[in-house]
């Protein structure tokens, strides 16, 4: 699975911002995809995951009933809805994806790895 995302961009504190993981390559079908992040200075971490076919949904505490993850199954892309945003969720955004349905928080777990894109936060 090769994963590609997109719509990051410069939002001010209180905002939204929708990024998108777009797939191509091996069947979409049967991964689960997440997102982790990173932000300078420190370390990679979970921010949520949506099983297949998109029953189950997980995420971070940090982010929990801010953000929501979303995949469209026929156009094969996830979604990252982030609403609420806040200074300290400035961190590149990547797209992972796992085989298997499940999603998990572990980044040891996912085997496909998009290049990110940055979200910026001001206060």
């Known amino acids: 699975v090769q994963l590609q995302a997109s719509g990051g961009g410069l939002v001010q504190a209180g905002g939204s911002l929708r990024v998108s993981c777009r797939t191509s390559?091996?069947?979409?079908?049967?991964?689960?995809i997440g997102w982790f992040r990173q932000a300078p200075g420190k370390e990679r971490e979970f921010v949520a995951a949506?099983?297949?076919?998109?029953?189950?949904?997980l995420y971070a505490n940090s982010v929990k009933g801010r953000f929501t993850i979303s995949r469209d199954n026929v156009l094969k892309t996830v979604a990252l809805q982030m609403d609420s945003l806040k200074p300290e969720d400035t961190a590149v955004y990547y797209c992972?994806?796992?085989?298997?349905?499940?999603?998990?928080?572990?980044?040891?777990?996912?085997?496909?790895w998009g290049q990110g894109t940055l979200v910026t936060v001001s206060s």
């Open positions: 992972v994806g796992r085989t298997g349905n499940w999603p998990s928080s572990r980044a040891s777990e996912y085997e496909y």
């Open positions: 390559g091996r069947s979409f079908d049967n991964n689960a």
């Open positions: 949506v099983s297949w076919p998109g029953t189950r949904t």
